[in-house]
């Protein structure tokens, strides 16, 4: 076909914690997998996304470090 597949596709999460948001809002994986196991995991998720963004990264070290 012809067809723009692209332009059809949904935009995937840009960070963990927009994944965990997504896996929540999604009834298909609660049916699949059990609630309780979409509870367990992204909570799990959650902790480790809050735990990355609190982390100050070697670049952001050698970029800011200097500028203050």
Do not use: K
Not at 12 to 28: K, Q, S, Y
């Amino acid at each position: 076909g012809g067809g723009d597949l692209y332009a059809a596709a949904a935009t995937l999460p840009r960070n963990l914690g927009e994944a965990v948001a997504a896996a929540r809002a999604d009834r298909t994986i609660t049916e699949i997998l059990g609630a309780a196991a979409v509870h367990d995991y992204t909570e799990l998720a959650l902790s480790e996304w809050q735990a990355f963004s609190t982390e100050v990264t070697t670049w952001e070290q050698d970029r800011y470090s200097t500028r203050f």
